[in-house]
């Protein structure tokens, strides 16, 4: 069984070599084939003939080649030593003995002081034995004169007093005067912050006295501030001698827009034990949030109880109490509805920022509209727009009427068409247009109607704010006339699908749905000037013109200003009721 074993693994191992001779023959050129069959022939004629095989073509070169090893005791070489001389070759390195250092990567330099320079050097370095020799600290002996020679007269203190003149007393002696400059900066009375900046504030009121003369005087352009005959009469001689000068004053708090020494005293703390990043755990996390959410849902079942419930009916009967001035009461109590006569048109809320004579246009602020906006940009990229403020003209025999009207005669005056008016643009203001009403969310400004008499108030709610900022008179101020032209049918069809929302016979006749009950913000505050919603935020006394346009409180109450004895009546719509309230 045995002997089986071995001659099957005898003939693989042939066959095995037989096909890697195969592959490697299939490999090779016909070249290297002729080469390999030469050195066979060498290597068999050299095991033939007993003695070494001739040296190849990569040996032929080298000298110092080893000796072959001693013959056996029998005297020639056996087979199995031939060969292992023969394969042992390719293995076999020769060093030459070498003793010379590499070469240096730089060129000669000096290394060091030479062994003379070394004892020297070390000869005069002391170093300290003890903690007593290092730590001793040696005095400073300075010369008396620092080591500058000082001449013997500069030591005198005599010397530098000027001899007295003959007969004069040294201690009655006048005193030197100043010199005009030094005794202007010693005796300065005037400003002692930014100059630059109060000049500025100076030539900005210059400039609305200069509107307000020209307005005031019928003038249609604004006089030369400049000249001095109106500076004289606008300012004082210091404003005017500073508008004067045509030098531009540097001002370190106008000109530097950030200032360098300022820090955000956000990022600082004194507290240096707080925590910088306090992160919290996952598990904490959510212990925090259930804890919110039982204490809402405790709020809720107590909100639906039925103590509560019961509590909202007693309340119901109470009279409403003002939140913050608890000696207001309510003295009438009316509805509040929308004001369907005037649902289909746009309302907005007018500010004026400043006027400049405002005696003059108060009264015709209700008659008066914004006309020529128009954007600064001939593109139309930016945002920013201009208008005018139109107005009636004053009266007859006014000074403004004859002289905007001096190339018409008055029979030309005279002939106005039917449904016309007179207008002519009074100031030209910066306009600048802010949205009340966010997307799809519920109005929060509302303009109101009160009729004391009837105890019913309406609303309209305001979707956008103009705001007017900047006040200048208009360069030519002629009359226009101005007429209203009549409804379209785009128009009406505009005021109907607005009036729609309110009024269910139009919702029918247009075939929208019928509108729900329309109410406002619940529990607003709101104060009825009697001028029928129309407002142009001129200013706050008593005859003029403010729009109606507060935002809802937490309470339905009445605004007071005062705290007085006197009777104070406001109106406040909550819910479906306005109440009129005095102290």
Avoid at 49 to 60: A, E, I, L, Y
Avoid at 302 to 311: C, E, G, H, Y
Avoid at 564 to 571: I, P
Wanted: aromatic share 6%; proline share 9%; net charge neutral.
């Amino acid at each position: 069984m045995g002997e089986d074993e071995d001659a099957r693994h005898r003939r693989e191992e042939a066959e095995r070599r037989a096909k890697r001779k195969a592959a490697k023959a299939g490999s090779r050129s016909d070249a290297q084939r002729a080469k390999r069959k030469e050195h066979a022939a060498r290597v068999l004629a050299k095991h033939q003939k007993g003695g070494p095989s001739p040296p190849s073509k990569r040996h032929k070169g080298e000298k110092g080649k080893p000796p072959p090893p001693p013959l056996p005791p029998g005297g020639t070489p056996s087979h199995f030593q031939n060969l292992f001389t023969q394969r042992a070759q390719g293995f076999q390195i020769d060093f030459r003995f070498r003793n010379a250092p590499p070469r240096p990567p730089v060129g000669p330099s000096f290394v060091g002081h030479s062994l003379d320079g070394v004892l020297v050097e070390r000869s005069r370095q002391y170093k300290a034995l003890n903690a007593v020799e290092v730590n001793y600290q040696w005095k400073l002996h300075s010369e008396p004169d620092l080591g500058v020679p000082l001449a013997p007269s500069a030591m005198d203190v005599k010397s530098y007093k000027a001899p007295p003149k003959h007969g004069q007393d040294e201690e009655n002696k006048p005193k030197p005067k100043l010199h005009p400059d030094d005794e202007a900066l010693l005796e300065w009375k005037g400003p002692l912050g930014d100059t630059a900046a109060e000049n500025l504030k100076k030539r900005q009121d210059q400039m609305r006295a200069a509107a307000r003369l020209a307005l005031s005087e019928g003038k249609g352009r604004i006089p030369n501030i400049l000249l001095p005959a109106n500076v004289d009469r606008l300012t004082s001689p210091a404003a005017a001698a500073a508008s004067v000068s045509s030098k531009k004053a540097f001002s370190r708090v106008l000109d530097e827009g950030m200032q360098t020494w300022m820090k955000k005293t956000t990022y600082l703390s004194n507290d240096y034990s707080r925590k910088v990043h306090d992160f919290k755990s996952l598990a904490s996390t959510k212990q925090q949030l259930e804890k919110d959410l039982e204490t809402k849902q405790q709020q809720m079942n107590l909100k639906r109880s039925a103590p509560a419930i019961k509590n909202t009916f007693t309340a119901a009967t109470m009279p409403p109490t003002h939140p913050t001035k608890k000696n207001m009461k309510p003295k009438a109590i009316m509805s509040i509805l929308p004001n369907v006569d005037h649902w289909g048109f746009s309302y907005t809320h007018v500010v004026i920022d400043k006027a400049p004579n405002i005696d003059m246009i108060k009264s015709d602020l209700a008659k008066a509209f914004i006309a020529n906006v128009q954007h600064t940009d001939s593109q139309h990229t930016d945002s920013k727009m201009t208008c005018q403020l139109w107005c009636p003209p004053p009266p007859k025999g006014d000074s403004d009427s004859e002289d905007d009207d001096e190339e018409k005669s008055e029979d030309e005056k005279d002939k106005d068409p039917p449904g016309t008016a007179r207008y002519h643009p009074v100031q030209e203001y910066d306009l600048d247009i802010v949205p009340l009403k966010e997307g799809d969310q519920p109005h929060a400004n509302f303009c109101l109607w009160v009729d004391p008499k009837s105890k019913v108030a309406t609303y309209l709610p305001l979707s956008s704010r103009v705001q007017l900022s900047t006040g200048r008179p208009v360069k030519g101020r002629t009359l226009r006339r101005v007429a209203r032209r009549p409804k379209g049918e785009a128009d009406m069809e505009e005021i109907n699908e607005q009036l729609a929302e309110v009024d269910y016979d139009v919702a029918q006749k247009i075939g929208r749905p019928a509108p729900s009950k329309p109410a406002p913000v619940a529990n607003s505050n709101s104060k009825d000037d009697g001028d029928d919603g129309e407002d142009f935020g001129d200013d706050d006394s008593d005859d003029s013109d403010d729009a109606v346009n507060k935002k809802p409180t937490p309470a339905a109450a009445a605004n007071n200003d005062d705290d007085d004895d006197s009777d104070d009546e406001e109106e406040t719509f909550g819910g479906l009721k306005t109440i009129v309230a005095e102290n």
